[in-house]
């Protein structure tokens, strides 16, 4: 991630860099990995031969940091930290604002005269709307520090919920930044579609674990039951699949080679 200049992207400005909460390279490797077996297996369908697949992690990450390369070739100058801003036709306001609670945040973009309109009708025209600087999109933007902290001493005496419910309903793209428990137990789209379920680990002990992100129509599969503990699949693995006869496994057990 640092290496395909991802890390370098993410943080705010005037701050150090800042990596994300995941792996992402992962998935996006996986993903690319992916599209590159489908490419190969068409290939083959149509030639019936086969191929190698060279994939390179950091190549997949930096396909998608094309503004890296479009900003210095187009403007000669390296592509900054904008933390929840965006570099470039960025709306205002656009950003995560702080609501009532412990950490509880809601993310509001505001583009076009006609939103910022009904985001102020939205919230009762409070007095600082009607503030010159902030009366057309191109002031909003340049006078942003100064809308943020009007915008979250709305914010900071709402709660996160009502508030995104209040700005949808009025048309205003705005939505809770959920925690781990908000999509577990709260999310009512992550509900109906059941992406979380709970099965029963070794001991009978109900886990929640998440399903794959995709349902197919003709093949739906399902999970029915926990991974195995530690070991549990040990001697199958071992004598059934390896062909480690009883007295070798015996003298691997004594040497502690499965402690």
């Known amino acids: 991630q640092a290496w395909s200049g991802f890390t370098d992207l993410t943080g705010f400005p005037g701050e150090k860099p800042s990596g994300p909460a995941s792996a992402y390279s992962d998935a996006v490797a996986g993903m690319a990995g992916a599209q590159a077996v489908l490419l190969a297996l068409i290939q083959r369908a149509r030639t019936g031969r086969g191929q190698w697949i060279d994939l390179s992690q950091m190549e997949a990450m930096s396909a998608l940091l094309g503004p890296l390369v479009l900003e210095l070739s187009a403007n000669k100058s390296d592509v900054q930290r904008t933390g ?30 006609d939103e910022w309109d009904a985001f102020t009708a939205a919230i009762g025209s409070p007095g600082w ?107 199958f693995v071992l004598s059934e699949i390896l062909g480690v006869d009883d007295d070798e496994l015996a003298e691997m057990a004594i040497a502690g080679a499965f402690d």
């Open 84 to 113: 929840n801003r965006l570099a470039h036709g960025g709306g205002a306001p656009h950003g995560a604002y702080r609501c009532l609670g412990d950490d509880r945040w809601l993310a509001i973009t505001v583009f076009t005269d």
């Open 129 to 235: 709307a009607s503030d010159q600087r902030f009366a057309n999109a191109e002031s909003r933007l340049i006078h942003v520090d100064a809308l943020d902290k009007m915008v979250e001493s709305w914010t900071v005496e709402q709660n996160a919920e009502e508030a995104m419910h209040l700005l949808q309903a009025a048309g205003v793209a705005a939505g809770v930044v959920q925690t781990g428990e908000d999509l577990a137990e709260n999310d009512p789209h992550l509900r109906e579609r059941g992406l979380f379920q709970k099965v029963p680990d070794a001991a009978g002990v109900l886990r929640t674990i998440e399903r794959a992100p995709y349902k197919l129509s003709r093949t739906p599969g399902s999970v029915t039951r926990g991974a195995p503990e530690f070991g549990a699949d040990q001697d």
